[in-house]
Structures are given as structure tokens and as C-alpha cells.
């Protein structure tokens, strides 16, 4: 019996909703009883055809053109039916359903989502880091983000990868044929320089972790949440931020009540930021619980940024509460680096004192935007973002996760062998884990359930 993996599939492959044109796609061993139902003809491989698309007693559902890819040489590595027709909800889910049952009597169903490039990564059409740069293409939400996952989907992510385990494997290689013949023993090693050759391929772990760091960040973004007593000016450096008036701005202290966030980019990078309830003991139970969520997305912020208003704090650059804020803050944050006090209303009231500026801050005016640049700059250096957005591929937490693990095992390897007489099986076992997680990055190692959680998250028909 043939397994799920194998059904013939259909789906509706363009968004939802009125366009101009929309496709639906069939993949399978043999797309042919389907194709003769709908187009009542065989076609040119690969060659538009302008037809009607059939239904059941042979009237014409739509006039479009049809597309035939014989396997294996489509998206999916099967045999693809493409039905290019107009569209409109109504038209595609007509042709969805004739596919259906057309293919009935060949087990055709609906795909699952990421189910088409899930059999595009099975039949080696591309790897799993490719595979995944599809959906990230989609899924890009600044031109940065779609472009360095254009180039993951053209490979040059996994070349990179495949760069490193080669190398890694030559290595390992050395290492086991010292192994099996106890005769050639560490001096062996050393003749054919295993420790440069170690170093060498650590430094370009390194190299490439630093770049899919920043891939995963173009993909991933930063959150950002302003925090501060009431009435700081929190809500209006958000509107500033955003260049639209997001976020409700009054006189009145309490105004904002309840998260308010939005997407922004930084030279390419997406930055969530939220805005957030005023921190106060005072209010009523609505504002209680708007200041337990600031909160929780204070705990959760790659920085924060706390808000104090030069013009109450007089010749004091912080006043009673934010004393309080601060020691709450200290306990809350994994890390002071998240960090940055903001000295608001610059426009309004003199700078602070320099004694009293604490660490990282800024002096701005989200009223007038004095200051704004050199906020957006010390919010990237806070994400770790140093590189052109031209030279970043696109990566996931998954990928870096991989590639300290493969760092990590290199270096417990590195160790070994700056002994006089290295344990050779634990030398080669480090390498051989190393490798492994090269390889669950290209999909060479993966687990089904891996491979499940990821196409699953892919939108239908992709
Ligand atoms: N109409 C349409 N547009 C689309 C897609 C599609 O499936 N249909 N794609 C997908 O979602 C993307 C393009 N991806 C594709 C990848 C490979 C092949 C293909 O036919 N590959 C063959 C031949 C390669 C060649 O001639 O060089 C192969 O790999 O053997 C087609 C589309 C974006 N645009
Ligand atoms: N002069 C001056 N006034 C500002 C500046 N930023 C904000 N304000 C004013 O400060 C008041 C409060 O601003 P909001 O942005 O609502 O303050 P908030 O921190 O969001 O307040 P809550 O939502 O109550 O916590 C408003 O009257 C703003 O116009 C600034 O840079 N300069
Ligand atoms: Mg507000």
C-alpha cells in the first residue's frame, strides 16, 4: 500500500480571495486521469495551453491555461498539474472540487500545508534550510528579510554548511584511519596537522554562526518595549517611531491602558515595538491588569526602554518612582545590557546631569524627534546587528541553535587533542557529533517530527 507521503495532492496555490489570476495545483506519481478530465487533452510538457477547464458533463467551469511539469522535473520532483484560471474564490474552489473528484479513483487529496515543498525537500529538489527559506520568502516582512532568504532558497546558506562538513569530514576521516590502525598512532595526526586543521574549521563555524546570528534576527526581529511611570511620553515616542499616530497621546496620566505594538524596520530590521501601560501603584483594577501585562512584556523584551520625563524630574534626572521602577526592572531582566533609560521631553527641560545618567541612555524628544537617530542606532547595537543587509542570508534559531551545538563539540574536540596522549574514540566521537549538527541544518539527520513541525507551519498550498 502506498504510504500518506505518496497520495497525489491538490490545492489552491494563491492567497485567498479575489486576484487577478489563481492557480490550483495537483502533485502525484501520475497526474494524467486528472489532467485528461479537466483539459480533455493531453499537453506539451512545460508549455502554456489556453483551454476550458471541464466539469463533470463537460461544460466549461473557466477558461485558463494549463500547465503539465512530468516528473521529475517540476517544484516537487512528481509529476505537477498547474490550472492557471481567474481569481475568484468561487471559480478556484469549483476547480478544487472537480480535481477532487476527477482524482478520486487515484486517492487525490488535499494537501496539508508545506505539503509541496515538503516532497520537494524528500526528492532532493532542495535541502531543508532551502526548504525553509520558501516560507521565509513568503513570510518576509521588509525588503532586507526577503532578499537574504532569496539567496538561503538559492543555496548560499547551505553551501556555506556543506563548505564546513566537508571539511569536517576530511578531518574525521584522518582521525578514524588513526583509529583503526593503532600502529599510526597521534604523531600521525600531527604530521597531517589535525590541530590547524580543527582551528581552521572553527574559525569558519564561527564566521557563519555570526552571519545566520544576524539571518535569524532580519527574520525574527527584535522586541522592544517602552516602560515608564505614567504620562513619560511612551506612547508618543511610539507614534514617533512609527511615523503614525498609533498609540493614544493626552495630558491625562493612565492614558494608555493597554499594550499597543507595531512592526517598524531599522536599516532592515524588524523591531516589534510595544507600547505599554504607565508602571503605578495608583488606578483602578482595568489599569492594574494593563500594568501586570507591561510587565510580562518587560519579562519577555530583548531591551527595554524606560522612560523618564525631564521635565517633572527637576534637577534630579530620576524622581521616587522611577527608583522604584529601576530596582524592579534590575530584578526582572535576564540582563542589565537589555537596558536603556530614555530622558524624555529634551524639547521641554534641560539635559540631565551627567552624574546622574545611568549606564546606557538617551536624551531625545519624541515631540520633536531630536535624539530618535541615535536611538535607532543603539537599538541595533543592542540586537547585535553589525552587518550589511546585502551579505546576510536568511536563518533560523533553529539553524544557530545547530551551529553552537557544532561549535560546542569542536571545542570539547579542540581540548582533546592539546593533550600529549588524546583519547583518539572521544576525539572522533566530539567530531562525528559535530558533523551531526551540520546536518540536521541541511536536513540530512532530521526527525520526522522535525520535519512535521516545520512544513506544518507553511502556508496551505505551498
Ligand atoms: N506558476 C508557478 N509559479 C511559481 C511556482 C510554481 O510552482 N508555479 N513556484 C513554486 O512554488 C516557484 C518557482 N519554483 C519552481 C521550481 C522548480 C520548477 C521546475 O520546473 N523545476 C524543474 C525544471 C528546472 C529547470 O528547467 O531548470 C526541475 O527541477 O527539474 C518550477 C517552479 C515560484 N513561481
Ligand atoms: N514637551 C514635550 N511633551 C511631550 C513629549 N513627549 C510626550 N509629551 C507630552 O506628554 C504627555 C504624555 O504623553 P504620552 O505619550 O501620552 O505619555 P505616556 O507615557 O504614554 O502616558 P500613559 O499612557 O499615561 O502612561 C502628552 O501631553 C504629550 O504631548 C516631548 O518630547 N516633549
Ligand atoms: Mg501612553
Redesign the pocket.
Known amino acids: 500500500m502506498l504510504s500518506r507521503h505518496s497520495d497525489p495532492i491538490v490545492a489552491i496555490a494563491t492567497a485567498s480571495g479575489r486576484g487577478a489570476v489563481g492557480i490550483v495545483r495537483v502533485s502525484g506519481r501520475d497526474v494524467s486521469q486528472v489532467l485528461k478530465a479537466l483539459c480533455g487533452r493531453t499537453l506539451v510538457p512545460r508549455h502554456a495551453t489556453y483551454l476550458p477547464f471541464l466539469d463533470a458533463v463537460g461544460q466549461p467551469i473557466d477558461q485558463g491555461l494549463a500547465l503539465h511539469f512530468p516528473a521529475p522535473h517540476s517544484y516537487t520532483g512528481e509529476d505537477v498539474l498547474e490550472l492557471q484560471a481567474h481569481g475568484g474564490p468561487v471559480v478556484l474552489q469549483l476547480l478544487l472540487a472537480r480535481c477532487l473528484e476527477a482524482g478520486k479513483s487515484t486517492g487525490l487529496r488535499l494537501a496539508e500545508p508545506g505539503e509541496f515543498t515538503r516532497r520537494a525537500f524528500l526528492n532532493d529538489k532542495m535541502d531543508l534550510a532551502q526548504a525553509e527559506a520558501v516560507s521565509d520568502l513568503i513570510d518576509a516582512n521588509t525588503e532586507a528579510a526577503a532578499r537574504s532568504a532569496g539567496r538561503s532558497l538559492s543555496g548560499a546558506f547551505s553551501h556555506e554548511v556543506h563548505g564546513l562538513r566537508d571539511a569536517l569530514i576530511k578531518l574525521r576521516m584522518l582521525v578514524e584511519a588513526t583509529l583503526d590502525f593503532p600502529e599510526e598512532d597521534i604523531d600521525f595526526l600531527q604530521k597531517a596537522d589535525a590541530r590547524g586543521q580543527l582551528d581552521a574549521i572553527g574559525k569558519s563555524v564561527a564566521t557563519v554562526l555570526d552571519r545566520a546570528r544576524q539571518g535569524a534576527l532580519l527574520r525574527e526581529g527584535m522586541q522592544v518595549v517602552?516602560a515608564?511611570?505614567?504620562?513619560?511620553?511612551?506612547?508618543?515616542?511610539?507614534?514617533?517611531l512609527a511615523g503614525a499616530e498609533l498609540?493614544?497621546?493626552?495630558?491625562?496620566?493612565?492614558?494608555?491602558?493597554d499594550k499597543v505594538s507595531e512592526t517598524i524596520q531599522i536599516s532592515g530590521v524588524p523591531v516589534h515595538v510595544i507600547?505599554?501601560?504607565?508602571?503605578r501603584d495608583a488606578g483602578d483594577e482595568v489599569e492594574r491588569i494593563g500594568i501586570a501585562r507591561s510587565w510580562d512584556a518587560i519579562e519577555k523584551a530583548d531591551a527595554v526602554l524606560f522612560?523618564h520625563?525631564l521635565?517633572r524630574v527637576g534637577e534630579f534626572s530620576y524622581d521616587v518612582g522611577d527608583d522604584r521602577i529601576a530596582e524592579r526592572l534590575q530584578s526582572v531582566l535576564p540582563s542589565p545590557d537589555r537596558l536603556v533609560h530614555v530622558f524624555?521631553?529634551?524639547?521641554?527641560?534641560a539635559p540631565p546631569r551627567t552624574e546622574d545618567v545611568p549606564g546606557r541612555h538617551v536624551v531625545?524628544?519624541?515631540?520633536?524627534g531630536a535624539g530618535l537617530d541615535r536611538l535607532r542606532h543603539l537599538l541595533l547595537e543592542l540586537a547585535g546587528w553589525h552587518a550589511q543587509p546585502e551579505g546576510v542570508f536568511i536563518a533560523r534559531a533553529r539553524h544557530v541553535e545547530a551551529l553552537q551545538r557544532c561549535q560546542a563539540h569542536l571545542a570539547t574536540a579542540t581540548a582533546l587533542l592539546q593533550g600529549d596522549d588524546p583519547a583518539l574514540d572521544l576525539l572522533a566521537e566530539e567530531l562525528r557529533l559535530g558533523h551531526d549538527a551540520l546536518s540536521e541544518i541541511t536536513g540530512q539527520f532530521t526527525p520526522d517530527d522535525l520535519l512535521g513541525e516545520i512544513f506544518s507551519r507553511f502556508c496551505i498550498g505551498k
Do not use: W
Open positions: 517602552l515608564g511611570q505614567p504620562n513619560v511620553g511612551k506612547s508618543s515616542l511610539l507614534n514617533a498609540a493614544i497621546v493626552t495630558p491625562i496620566p493612565g492614558t494608555t491602558r507600547d505599554t501601560a504607565g508602571l522612560l520625563d521635565t524624555n521631553k529634551r524639547d521641554a527641560a531625545l524628544s519624541a515631540q520633536t
